[in-house]
């Protein structure tokens, strides 16, 4: 089957691929769903539901991802082929579609956040955040931000593995977190800080008894989302491993980083909302953006704090979405023998028409991203877990073992975490999401749609 005699790529240094996968990792995730959940959702209630699932799902997971990929040196489609058999090589296509989904709408949102470092250095925003918002986040605007972005990942991507990936990880990762830190600093020392800290972090255990139907399935959907896990990125970015490197130290460093991360977002979103007077987000997309806007156009050095900002944020979005590009690449020039430079292109292409959507009403962001984050990413999660966890078990606690040495009984409670607890909690998810989906089209979606007729 299509595989071509192009040489396949590795990274040229172990940093190269943590740095990659934490860059995937840490993105739009982070910055932009993670406190728009944790608004929508009842603040630190989300917060505890999902520190749970990144803890329970999170490890076991990613590493399910990793082994594959690095047995198997290819792209999803061939690695599932390879050790599953020919019918799961459909597993490796739903993976394919999901990631050709989510940056799709992806990069819908980072032109946002390219359009708001732009807004910030020219000052656009300033005085009227919720207008801005609303002019820019769809229509036009919003259609030649996501064009831009897009171009800008297929330019990166066109480059390969370690020209366009791992040069591009090395530089922005790093540049990304020493941004992050410092603008969370500074927030500490704003006035209201402590309320905005107070709201983040005091659980109210009554909100998750009372809304588990909607909080369950939105954080295990976050937990997969920031992590890059039900689609293939893992497995993709672990087939361009050469050597035996120890995976169970890399999956704790890429999840600690990316929850580290995670958090710092709202050390630096919630005080800076209070400082402002803001308060905690409303709910709904546009929700961090307004509300920062908002925020820096109120305190001292917003501009410049703005411009930092935003910039950070639109590195880490591109991080991500070259990920998400990858996979799908790697598919083309695996499976069909494609040049990269025009598999590239033309899926980008594709994946910007699948986006344009997005671009005529803020309801067509929920519609894919419910989709994507709830249903898609847990569906694939499961899939593999089942396959992993039940299916191909040995082979895979051998890989495991290569790099680390013998696991003993650490391989099999590795095992068993995935055979049971992860895809029973993942189950339960998943029928939650689709009702809540159902909720969903019937509800907002239909309205939308009755509107416009
Ligand atoms: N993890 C990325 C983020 O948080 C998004 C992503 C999801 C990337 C799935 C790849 C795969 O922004």
Redesign the pocket.
């Known amino acids: 089957m299509g595989v071509t005699d192009v040489i396949r790529e590795n990274w040229a240094t172990r940093l190269g691929f943590i740095l990659a996968a934490v860059g ?11 406190p728009f959940q944790v608004g929508q959702e009842g603040g630190s209630a989300f917060l505890v539901m999902y520190l749970f699932f990144v803890l329970l799902i999170g490890l076991s997971a990613i590493l399910a991802e990793f082994v594959v990929g690095r047995r198997t040196e290819l792209n999803p489609v061939g690695a599932l082929r390879e050790v599953g058999g020919s019918s799961w090589r459909y597993l490796g296509g739903l993976f394919i579609v ?2 050709f989904v ?2 799709s709408y ?1 990069s819908v949102v980072a032109g946002w956040v390219l359009r708001y470092f732009v807004g910030s250095l020219t000052g656009g925003y300033f005085g009227e955040p919720e207008a801005y918002f609303v002019a820019i986040a769809t229509g036009t605007d919003a259609l030649l931000f996501h064009a831009i972005f897009m171009a800008l990942v297929i330019g990166i991507v066109s480059f390969g593995v370690k020209r366009g990936i791992e040069l591009t990880v090395k530089s922005m990762v790093p540049l990304l977190v020493v941004l992050m830190v410092v603008l969370a600093v500074y927030a500490a020392t704003l006035p209201g800080s402590a309320e905005g800290y107070a709201y983040y972090f005091s659980p109210e255990f009554s909100v998750i008894v009372n809304d588990w139907q909607s909080i369950v399935p939105a954080a295990a959907g976050q937990a ?8 293939g ?1 893992m497995i993709t970015y672990a087939s361009y491993l050469g050597e035996d490197r120890n995976l169970g130290f890399d999956g704790v460093t890429i999840i600690g980083l ?1 929850t580290g991360i ?1 958090l710092l977002a709202g050390l630096v979103a919630f005080p800076i909302l209070f400082a402002a007077g803001i308060g905690a987000a409303d709910p709904g997309a546009g929700a961090i953006f307004v509300a920062l806007a908002g925020a820096f156009s109120e305190i001292a050095y917003g501009q410049v704090l703005g411009t930092v900002f935003f910039f950070a944020f639109a590195l ?2 591109l991080t ?2 070259i ?2 590009m990858e ?1 799908v690449v790697s598919y083309a020039i695996d499976e069909h023998g494609m040049e990269r430079r025009r598999a590239t292109a033309v899926i980008g292409l594709g994946m910007f028409l699948l986006g344009a959507p997005v671009t005529i009403d803020l309801v067509m962001v929920d519609l894919y991203d419910i989709l ?2 709830q249903i898609l ?1 847990p569906l694939g999660g499961i899939l593999l877990v089942i396959l992993v966890g039940w299916i191909i078990n040995e082979e895979m606690v051998d890989e495991l073992s290569r790099g680390i040495g013998d696991l003993g009984s650490l391989g099999v409670a590795w095992i068993w975490m995935l055979r049971v607890p992860v895809v029973l909690v993942l189950v339960v998810s998943l029928g939650l999401a689709v009702m809540g989906y159902v909720d969903f089209l019937t509800g907002p979606f239909a309205e939308f749609l009755g509107s416009t007729s």
């Open positions: 995937s990792a840490v993105g739009l995730g982070n910055v932009w769903r993670f999901i990631g989510i940056l992806y997969f989302f920031t992590l890059s896990l039900g689609m990125v990316d995670a880490g979005a991500s979405a990920s998400l996979v994507a984050a990413l």
